[in-house]
DNA sequence: CATCGATAGTTGATACGTCAACCAGTTCTC
DNA sequence: GAGAACTGGTTGACGTATCAACTATCGATG
């Protein structure tokens, strides 16, 4: 209803753009080199990271799917494109017919384990090297306040 | 061939994670919001952007290609796309017999026109309400170190 | 002018993310 | 204990990104 928008000044713009180019240029090149050396995209790798981290290695869907803050169709896909290549598999859920567990297999075991020192290598080497400790440390401030500042907004 | 790899300090780690994190969620909120209430994505938005701010409102699709710095392929998938639903024409190119200059239609010019206010005040909203001045340069800063350093770097 | 390499652009396969609709079990409530 | 509402999970359609292979034209060089 408003007819005459306000824009962003200058600096404000400054700021959007180069936070906009940045992260668009690091995604893409970390999850292409990791994809190109370990075979693994950015959504398989962090799947296995929170399943390994679970002792026993399996999690049901939906608690999967608040850990990593993604939504149920998301997660249920991503998990059957995994189970399709071996990295993990659907077990019966005793307690709750509706529900599943997902559980890491060896070779998902093994993938993770071959994987994680390349993506910490690249993670490494495009941007913790980019920056001081203190550049690090603003980062996260940053960041936390505007997820802060998400999670205080409605949707 | 190093069996003891280098992982990031807690620190480090503290950093990359917020930064992800609030990378995925602000996107994603973004992408979801812009999509919902403009029936336009991110990158239908960016190309009418630079369409239509270029005079004549018509470009070269690999002059397009560099300035949004996306691969051939894909800068022809969207096109495509976006000439489907009505809001680009492809023309021929006089001087160029493999050439296509790609030009916003005049539904392409209101669908910008109309999107854009509501764009920038999700912008504002979700991220530059969230930050002082001060953190917005530094941002800024942080974010133009990271993106030298990456196209210092090959690949 | 023949050809050879570079450039412009397309296409198809495959993977990913979102949305909405759906099914099947579970829990609440009267 | 019979619905009704809720939760866990799947599915299909669609839009999007990447990669590799391809066509067609351009331009340089012989």
Redesign the pocket.
Known sequence: MDATPRWLTSEQQVAWNSFIRMQEKLI?RL??RV??DSG?????YIVLVKLTETSGGRM??????KLVE?????????????T??GLVA?EE?P????????AATHAGYKAIEDAAPVHVEHVRRLFIDALSQEELNMLARISDRVVAHLERQPD
Chains 1, 2 share one sequence.
């Open positions: 893409g999850s292409r994809q190109a693994m995209s950015a959504a398989d049901r869907l939906m608690d999967l799917a993604w939504e149920k169709s998301r997660v249920s896909h991503q998990v059957r494109r995994m399709e290549r659907k859920c307690d709750d017919g509706r529900g599943a567990f997902i």
